[in-house]
Structures are given as C-alpha cells and as structure tokens.
T-cell receptor, first 114, second 109 residues
Framework: ETGVTQTPRHLVMGMTNKKSLKCEQH?????MYWYKQSAKKPLELMFV???????ENNSVPSRFSPECPNSSHLFLHLHTLQPEDSALYLC?????????????FGEGSRLTVL | GQNIDQPTEMTATEGAIVQINCTYQ??????LFWYQQHAGEAPTFLSY??LDGLEEKGRFSSFLSRSKGYSYLLLKELQMKDSASYLC??????????WGAGTKLIIKP
C-alpha cells in the first residue's frame, strides 16, 4: 500500500455534472489536505482537516465541498464546476496540522472541466 | 504580502552541478521545505531547514540564510532522473506553508 492514494487519477466532467474525488492515507496521520495545482502557479491550499474537523477553508467556492468521514479518508465533492477549475488536485497528509511537519502527497487527480 | 520567488525553469548537463535559488518574504518564519515533483507524480519531501547553514543529504544539499530570506537547493553529479520540478515552501508564523511556483529542471545528456 502506498502512503496516500487518490482516485480517480483522471476525470473529465461537464459543467453540470456532480463527481467526487477520493483520498485515502495509510500512514496513521491526523491531518489531511486538499491542494489545487495549476500550471506554473504555486500550490493553493483549499481545505485542511485535523482529527476529522475542518480547520482551514481558504475562500474556496462552494462548488467544492470537502468531506472527512474519518482520519484516513478525505473526499472532495464537485458540482457545477467551471472550466477554470481544470487542474491537478492533490491530497496530502501529515502527522499534525499545527507544526511544520513533512507533507505526504498523493499522485493527484487530473480534472478537466468541459 | 507573503511571497516566494524561484526561477521558472533551469537547464543543466548530466554529471554537472546545479543550484536552484529561492527567496521568501513571510510573516514570521518557521522553516523552509524543498520538494521534488516528477511529471505526473506526487511531490516528495527533500529537505527542511530552520537554522542557517548547509545541510547535506547525499547528492542533494539545502542552504538557508534567515537574515537574507534566501535558500538554495544544490544538486551534484546530476542524473537524468533528476529532471523534475523543485518546489520551495516557507512556513510562516501561523505554520502555514507559502509555496513557490516551482522550478522545472531539465537535464541534458
């Protein structure tokens, strides 16, 4: 088992579709993150969960809805997305959220919105 | 505002040495990370510096100067597999990571 697993790896959706991205970590970490990665731009932190509670929400549009049912799983529910939402969505985990600990990333879900 | 600057792209030759620079401006400072990201893969941790100086880890070394707001990643004996993007990220006073846009390193034979 790899440390952080994301599915699907690739997703194409229309602007009216509803889909979900899934992330699972097998490292026993207490914090999980969603990042957006666009070409030639810095990583954008979207959401942070610590012990299954959301601790960060960086002004992300409501068309992105996170869910953390337990400390090992994280979802990002997508609905009525825009073409500019096309990007690589990276999930990460760390021991805790409040200290400069190493992040362990998944390989990402490449999202294309038509 | 908070900002990280690093070159967009660099090219180097197999077997040579390359230095990737990163300058940062943050509200407070709690260290600096370097990550490596191969195309289509997850970013992976390379180094973390919080004190001034050079830390060596095999072919890779990372340097920090807190007074200058400056770090660099030094890669020696370059191999083709070192072709990747290198991400610099500083930790601010709230333990938030401030990311650079990454440096794409191209290694030529």
């Amino acid at each position: 088992e790899t440390g952080v697993t994301q599915t699907p790896r690739h997703l194409v959706m229309g602007m009216t579709n509803k889909k979900s991205l899934k992330c699972e970590q097998h490292l026993g970490h207490n914090a999980m993150y969603w990042y957006k990665q666009s070409a030639k731009k810095p990583l954008e932190l979207m959401f942070v969960y610590s012990l299954e509670e959301r601790v960060e929400n960086n002004s992300v549009p409501s068309r992105f809805s996170p869910e953390c049912p337990n400390s090992s799983h994280l979802f990002l529910h997508l609905h009525t997305l825009q073409p500019e939402d096309s990007a690589l969505y990276l999930c990460a985990s760390s021991q805790t959220s409040g200290s400069p600990g190493e992040l362990f990333f998944g390989e990402g879900s490449r999202l294309t919105v038509l | 505002g908070q900002n990280i600057d690093q070159p967009t792209e660099m090219t180097a030759t197999e077997g040579a040495i390359v230095q990737i620079n990163c300058t940062y401006q943050t509200s407070g400072f709690n260290g600096l990370f370097w990550y490596q990201q191969h195309a289509g893969e997850a970013p992976t941790f390379l180094s973390y510096n919080v004190l001034d100086g050079l830390e060596e880890k095999g072919r890779f070394s990372s340097f920090l100067s807190r007074s200058k707001g400056y770090s660099y990643l030094l890669l020696k004996e370059l191999q083709m597999k070192d072709s990747a993007s290198y991400l610099c990220a500083a930790v601010d006073s709230n333990y938030q990571l401030i990311w650079g846009a990454g440096t794409k390193l191209i290694i030529k034979p």
